[in-house]
């Protein structure tokens, strides 16, 4: 009986060992079989490098012996669904765009935060992923030294770095959800700044002689997101009664700091695009009773409302505001179910089109119409409210590709009269905030865009900056990141062609030191900075430019891979080449 | 409890299987003899009557078990007439009536302006009555936490019953699964319950309960281990009772005593657990007042406004503190080790 329980154990062993053989002969199958389908670049020059199936051609400049890489694709071809026909490296210090329409925010989407330029052989060591993700390796002004998780974030200064040196040798970055924690350890002296003070400590931040206020203008939008694919926001009427049954001014009163406005319209007013008419449903209660009964929902409906419990400039008080929506919907019948999720599950459930009835927001990331309305109601915008709506999309292509500042303007009115009509979301609030420094601090600055710019901020002489913010960045690869925490963490550390003044949104020059456009508004071209050097200490150069771009572009790339292969910044504002799904 | 006793007109007249005929009056015969024999002696098991009388004096001799009792008599009052007492319903909002959040309180008779609506523990952060939300929070913990207890107590003396009787390979199985449950801080478990189940207060409770059975279950097994031993089951087995009777007449009636002890400060246990699973956010779901809950909404505002962290937190304490007061005195008045 013994000897037999142990053939049978070994038997059993042995099956494992198999199985585990077999399942692992097969991945490697399916990962070859997957990596074999793309091309659809078309050949210009000398050499073609092939790696893992996707095509990107090499071609050597007259007069010199750069094998500048050139990715395209035709614009015409149903698999590019972007607005991009050619990048190409022109020579190590030159770049070249070539756009398939006019687009006037050209410029100001290229200087964001996603498009930061890291070195090829990192990108190509990584296949776009692993360590570029908690790893990352830029041009920017602080390397990053660890990652402790959970923990904080410590850089340290770049000692090659190609602008002034950085005040502080040392940045670290810590965070709490808290927001009496982070006043706290800013009253205490163990942080130099705090993002987004709660609405109650604004005051005594400024009242305090040991501590300054930087008020952050409102460039931001809280709203209620409805899901058109989820019912019952299928209907038209369902959505506008949602619209009519919130009392707007009440949560801006009751929840929010000074300096918040109640939201008419889905554009803050100080980003051009904003139009004053027309402005949101005044609420009415009956109007949104009559709409639900129209709709056969005369007793309402039960729904889920899904947020996550961090605080953002759009919405410093989640649990509050959540509370409140579900009261004021109480009113008509409508019985909501609060669930609370985890920040990176939300986002990603809310992108894929998971959620109902969501509270979300957007700050602004660059100063521009497209920023705010092509993201979220474009043609390649997410799936956050369902399947998209075609008038709005036709409208907002029109908007991009007009060059007529006036011309624009009269677009985007009709584009947010039509966001009044679908309602796929309800504007909220356009939430002020602030950012809190210690008093001795040089430099201090709040910026619309929520990139505070550390390296300009002397912390009173100290060589440690402490800076404390809502919470941990969630990858620091901000191609596939659209998260402002991670941003912010990002933007220390690698930089884009252009960027934004500090503590403001005027694109000037980064990496790129001078640019110019084509008569017809199509070619752009960047004459890249010399004599940079990425933190690994490889050179800089045009074929960095293409090869990170190709990586978010391209989605056969081998190299198409960051955190979640979401990379949704260049989906909204540039669109996928090789897009066939 | 006379119940406890063998009523020997109890007793089935058919023949049962394992009693042939024959034998049941000649059993019963013996056992009038064995019940003259014991009557008036001093066995724990025959005399649980008195136990309990004698406990009720001892308790409420006890000053701690007093005040425990009265800390309870309070929240239950307030829990059952929390419609009558509380002003408004926990639920409303009271912007309308000139209210802003987290006023603090406000109480005329205490200096408070007469034009200011009067709010005794001031509003919360939705703008709704924090008084009549503490009131109503008193119903939800007070029930979601005896009915935890009621659980785990129902399931553990199942589980310890049926272990320490029939031991062997069952006691084996029944208790390494209890090992492995109490392996676990019970707070962890119970989050990880709660994360498979979902949040909620059915799930909350049940998440509680599940964690805390295996406290039951051993002390029910021990008790049965010991009481199997005794005598007077002895002689029950010597004269042919059936083993579910002995189980259900016998022996548990004698566990009884440290597991109603263990319940009661299980239910302060529980109270806290609650409390803690609403403050994660995994318990009872918003806007269900319910102090963990509350504690949690406002504690960014301990700095601003310090009252609506301070009365949810008081209530907490009051009820824990109420609970394990009541225990402590139960346990010495029923323990015939302590103090007698």
């Known amino acids: ?581 | 409890m006379s119940d406890d006793l063998y009523d020997p007109s109890d007793r089935p007249l058919e023949p049962t299987d394992d009693q042939p005929l024959d034998t049941v009056e000649a059993s019963d015969a013996i056992r009038d003899k064995v019940r003259m024999d014991l009557a008036g002696g001093d066995v724990g098991a025959v005399t649980s009557g008195g136990l309990w009388r004698t406990a009720g004096r001892e308790v409420l001799r006890k000053k701690s078990a007093i005040v425990g009792m009265a800390l309870l008599s309070i929240l239950l009052l307030l829990a059952v007439f929390a419609p009558i007492i509380a002003p408004y319903p926990p639920n409303k909002v009271l912007f309308d009536e000139g209210v802003s959040p987290r006023d603090p309180p406000c109480v005329h008779l205490f200096g408070c302006d007469e034009d200011k609506p009067q709010h005794i523990l001031g509003i919360d952060g939705n703008g709704r009555d924090y008084f009549s939300r503490i009131v109503y929070g008193a119903r939800v913990s007070l029930l979601a936490a005896f009915v935890a207890v009621l659980f785990a107590v129902v399931w553990g003396t199942m589980v310890g019953l049926v272990a320490g009787f029939f031991g062997g390979w069952v006691d084996n199985v029944l208790m390494r699964v209890m090992d492995v449950l109490l392996s676990f801080p019970s707070l962890l478990l119970a989050i990880v319950v709660v994360t498979v189940l979902g949040p909620g207060l059915i799930n909350a409770i049940l998440a509680i309960a599940i964690v805390t059975i295996p406290q039951y279950a051993r002390i029910v097994r021990s008790s049965v281990l010991s009481i199997r031993e005794q005598e007077y089951v002895s002689a029950d087995q010597a004269l042919g009772v059936t083993r579910w009777r002995l189980l259900a007449h016998r022996i548990f009636p004698n566990t009884l005593t440290p597991l109603i002890v263990i319940a009661t400060l299980g239910v302060a246990t529980a109270v806290l657990e609650i409390a803690s699973l609403s403050f994660l956010g995994l318990g009872i779901q918003p806007p269900t007042a319910e102090w963990g809950s509350m504690l949690a909404a406002e504690r960014n505002q301990v700095f601003t406004a310090p009252h609506l962290v301070f009365f949810a937190g008081l209530m907490i304490m009051w009820t824990v503190l109420g609970f394990n007061l009541l225990g402590d005195g139960l346990r010495d008045a029923i323990d015939p080790r302590l103090g007698r």
């Open chain 1, 1 to 581: 009986m013994k000897r037999f329980s142990k053939l049978l154990a070994l038997v059993f062993v042995m099956a494992l060992i198999a199985a585990a053989c077999g399942s692992s002969s097969d991945d490697t199958t399916t990962t070859t079989a997957a990596s074999g389908g793309a091309e659809t670049t078309t050949t210009v020059a000398a050499t073609t490098t092939t790696s893992g199936g996707a095509e990107t051609t090499t071609t050597a400049a007259a007069g010199s012996d750069f094998p500048g890489l050139m990715v395209e694709a035709a614009c015409d071809d149903e698999t590019n669904k972007s607005h991009i026909n050619y990048i190409k490296a022109v020579d190590a210090n030159t770049v070249e765009i070539q756009l398939c329409t006019q687009d006037v925010a050209f410029p100001a989407k290229v200087a964001f935060s996603a498009f930061g330029i890291v070195p090829q052989e990192y990108l190509d060591a990584n296949t776009g992923g692993g360590d570029l993700v908690d790893k990352p390796i830029g041009t920017g002004p602080y390397k990053l030294t660890q990652w402790d998780k959970g923990n904080q974030i410590v850089m340290e200064v770049n000692p090659d770095y190609w602008g002034e040196a950085p005040n502080a040798d040392t940045l670290v970055f810590k965070w709490s959800s808290e927001a009496a924690q982070r006043y706290l350890e800013l009253q205490a002296g163990t942080v130099d700044g705090i993002d987004n003070p709660g609405r109650d400590d604004f005051a005594l931040i400024a009242d305090s002689p040991d501590l300054q206020l930087k008020e952050r203008a409102g460039t931001n939008i809280f709203y209620l997101g409805l899901n058109r694919d989820k019912e019952p926001f299928g209907d038209e009427k369902v959505r506008q009664a949602i619209g009519y049954a919130l009392d707007r001014q009440r949560i801006i009163d009751n929840f929010y700091p000074p300096g918040s406005k109640v939201a008419d319209q889905f554009m803050p007013d100080s980003i051009f695009g904003y139009t004053p008419e027309p402005k949101w449903y005044d609420q009415d209660i009956e109007k949104a009773k009559a709409l639900l009964a129209e709709a056969g929902f005369a007793d309402g409906f039960e729904v889920t409302l899904n947020y996550r419990d961090v605080v953002r400039s759009y919405l410093p008080s989640p649990a509050t505001v959540g509370q409140d929506i579900q009261a004021q919907l109480a009113e008509i019948g409508v019985k909501v179910t609060i669930e609370v999720m985890e920040s990176g599950a939300f986002l990603d459930a809310s992108d894929a089109g998971d959620l109902t009835m969501y509270m979300l927001g957007w700050g602004a990331d660059y100063p521009d119409a497209t920023n705010f309305l092509d993201f979220h109601f474009g043609k390649n915008a997410s799936d956050q409210f369902g399947a998209g709506f075609e008038d709005i999309w036709a409208l907002l292509d029109e908007g991009a590709s007009t060059p007529d500042p006036a011309a624009r303007l009269v677009i985007y009115e009709q584009a947010t009269q039509l966001l009044k009509d679908h309602v796929p979301m309800v504007p909220v609030a356009h939430g002020g905030s602030g950012v809190g420094y210690l008093g001795d601090v040089e430099g201090a600055h709040a910026s619309p865009l929520g990139n505070e710019y550390f390296a300009v901020m002397d912390p009173g002489g100290r060589d440690t900056f402490v800076w404390m913010q809502n919470a941990e960045p969630i990858g620091l690869y901000c191609a596939d990141e659209t998260d402002g925490e991670s941003l912010r963490g990002c933007e220390q550390i690698v930089e884009q062609l252009l960027a934004y003044e500090i503590g403001g949104t005027d694109v000037i020059a980064s990496l790129a030191e001078t640019w110019d456009v084509s008569d017809d508004g199509t070619l752009w071209t960047f004459h890249l900075r010399s004599g940079v050097v990425f933190h690994d200490g490889s050179t800089f150069d045009a074929n960095d430019v293409v090869a990170s771009y190709d990586a978010q572009w391209d989605m056969n790339s081998p190299n198409h891979t960051g955190r979640d292969g979401n990379f949704t910044y260049w989906d909204a504002l540039f669109g996928f080449k090789n897009n066939t799904g």
